[in-house]
C-alpha cells in the first residue's frame, strides 16, 4: 500500500498507554496515522519513529485539545495532506474528588478536555470525511461514564456525555456510510489502573480478577474501524472483564 492509497486515521491522546496501542494497531492495519500528544510530544514522535521504522506510515502532531485556535492549527496541517476518515477521541485526563470537595477548575478542566475536546477536534473533520462517503468515529469513553465511580463526578459526566453524543452523531451520519461508535473500557494496565488498583483491589472490583490489556481494546478499535463492522453504529461496547 503506498501513502497516497492510505486511509488516514487520527488518535487522541496517542501518546498514553491505550492511545499508544490503538495507533500501533491502526498502522498495523495500513492506515496513515496521525499520532496526537498535547504534553508528551517526545512519547509521539518515539511512536511515530517505532511505527515508521517498523513499515508503517505515522506522524506525530502536537496541539492543546482545549484550544480552539490551537486545534484549528493543527486539524489544517493534517488535513492539507487528504480528509481524515477514521477518528479516534481517546484523549481524556482525570482530576478525582468528592464532588462536595470538588473545586470548579477540576470539573471544567475535565469537562474541557474529554467533552469540549471531542468537539473542537470532531467538528471540523466531519464535511471533508462526509464527501468521501465512508468514515468512521470511534469515542473512547469509561465505564465511569455507564455506572458511575466515587469520586469522578466530572470524568463520569464528561463520558457519559460523550456517549450521547456519539449516539446522536451517529444518527447524523448513517446514510453517509459513516458510523460512531464509543468503546468504554473498564480497569486497563498502564500507569493510573497500575497505582490505583493492587491485586486484590482489582479481585473485588472486576470478576475477571484481572486488568484489561491495552490491546483489547485496540482490537475492537481495530474491528470497528474496519469494513467488518460497517453495520454496527450508535452503540458503546464495554470492555471491563464483567463489571457492569
Known amino acids: 500500500m503506498t501513502e497516497?492509497?492510505?486511509?488516514?486515521?487520527?488518535?487522541?491522546?496517542?501518546?498514553?498507554?491505550?492511545?499508544?496501542?490503538?495507533?500501533?494497531q491502526l498502522a498495523m492495519d495500513g492506515y496513515e496515522v496521525w499520532i496526537?500528544?498535547?504534553?508528551?510530544?517526545?512519547?509521539?514522535?518515539?511512536?511515530?519513529?517505532?511505527?515508521?521504522?517498523?513499515?508503517?506510515?505515522?506522524?506525530?502532531?502536537?496541539?492543546?485539545?482545549?484550544?480552539?485556535?490551537?486545534?484549528?492549527?493543527?486539524?489544517?496541517?493534517?488535513?492539507?495532506?487528504?480528509?481524515?476518515?477514521?477518528?479516534?477521541?481517546?484523549?481524556?485526563?482525570?482530576?478525582?474528588?468528592?464532588?462536595?470537595?470538588?473545586?470548579?477548575?477540576?470539573?471544567?478542566?475535565?469537562?474541557?478536555?474529554?467533552?469540549?475536546?471531542?468537539?473542537?477536534?470532531?467538528?471540523?473533520?466531519?464535511?471533508?470525511?462526509?464527501?468521501?462517503?465512508?468514515?468512521?468515529?470511534?469515542?473512547?469513553?469509561?465505564v465511569a461514564g455507564i455506572m458511575g465511580n466515587r469520586g469522578q463526578t466530572n470524568y463520569a459526566a464528561a463520558k457519559a456525555g460523550l456517549i450521547g453524543a456519539s449516539k446522536s452523531l451517529a444518527l447524523e451520519l448513517a446514510s453517509r456510510k459513516i458510523t460512531v461508535n464509543v468503546v468504554a473500557p473498564g480497569v486497563i494496565e498502564g500507569e493510573m489502573a497500575n497505582s490505583s488498583f493492587p491485586a486484590e483491589r482489582l479481585k473485588q472490583v472486576v470478576p475477571m480478577q484481572?486488568?484489561?490489556?491495552?490491546?483489547?481494546?485496540?482490537d475492537l478499535v481495530s474491528f470497528l474501524a474496519s469494513e467488518k463492522a460497517s453495520y454496527i453504529t450508535a452503540q458503546t461496547f464495554s470492555v471491563n472483564g464483567g463489571m457492569v
Open 4 to 24: 497516497n492509497s492510505r486511509i488516514k486515521a487520527l488518535v487522541t491522546g496517542g501518546s498514553g498507554d491505550i492511545g499508544a496501542t490503538i495507533a500501533t
Open 210 to 218: 484481572r486488568a484489561g490489556k491495552p490491546q483489547e481494546i485496540a
Open 36 to 142: 496526537h500528544a498535547n504534553s508528551q510530544l517526545n512519547k509521539a514522535e518515539l511512536l511515530a519513529e517505532n511505527i515508521n521504522n517498523q513499515g508503517g506510515l505515522a506522524h506525530p502532531i502536537c496541539f492543546d485539545l482545549t484550544d480552539i485556535n490551537a486545534v484549528e492549527a493543527g486539524l489544517e496541517k493534517i488535513l492539507a495532506t487528504g480528509p481524515v476518515q477514521v477518528l479516534i477521541n481517546n484523549a481524556g485526563i482525570h482530576d478525582d474528588a468528592v464532588m462536595a470537595g470538588m473545586t470548579h477548575q477540576q470539573w471544567q478542566k475535565v469537562i474541557a478536555v474529554s467533552l469540549d475536546g471531542f468537539f473542537n477536534v470532531t467538528q471540523p473533520l466531519l464535511l471533508p470525511m462526509i464527501r468521501t462517503r465512508w468514515g468512521r468515529v470511534i469515542n473512547i469513553a469509561s
